[in-house]
């Protein structure tokens, strides 16, 4: 029974994320931040480019970058949420995303890791 207590603890926390994220997205469009191809987060510019909302000083080779690839809406995705609030605008773009963070480059789409690595956590923990 302690299991199933934990299973549904951890669905009821994923379901919560889940409506806090799209709470997010529905108050990016209220506040009217979207539209065909181009939004604005604080001082950084997304344009959509090949489905992707990709941060304008995105570099256009990516090669020999150290990405942070992740699953949208996977528990990598809502642990970064949760370790950095801060990111909460950015993540709200949309759900295929490149972000440059500093000396991180974070992509998210239904691609990615659904875990965060031990490495990854230290360095969004920064």
Avoid: C, M
Avoid at 23 to 37: D, H, K, M, P, V
Avoid at 43 to 60: A, I, K, M, N, R
Avoid at 78 to 84: K, M, P, S, V
Avoid at 93 to 117: F, R
Wanted: net charge negative.
């Amino acid at each position: 029974a302690p299991r199933d207590t934990r299973l549904n603890s951890a669905a009821g926390a994923a379901a919560v994320d889940r409506a806090q994220h799209d709470q997010f997205l529905q108050e990016a469009e209220q506040l009217g931040r979207t539209n065909a191809t181009q939004q604005q987060v604080g001082t950084q510019t997304f344009y959509l480019v090949d489905e992707y909302w990709t941060d304008s000083t995105w570099p256009t080779d990516e090669a020999g970058l150290d990405i942070i690839h992740l699953q949208w809406g996977s528990a990598a995705y809502f642990e970064l949420a949760r370790l950095r609030p801060d990111l909460a605008p950015i993540l709200a773009v949309g759900e295929q995303l490149k972000a440059h963070l500093g000396g991180l480059y974070l992509q998210i789409d239904e691609e990615g890791a659904s875990e965060l690595t031990a490495a990854q956590r230290t360095l969004l923990e920064e």
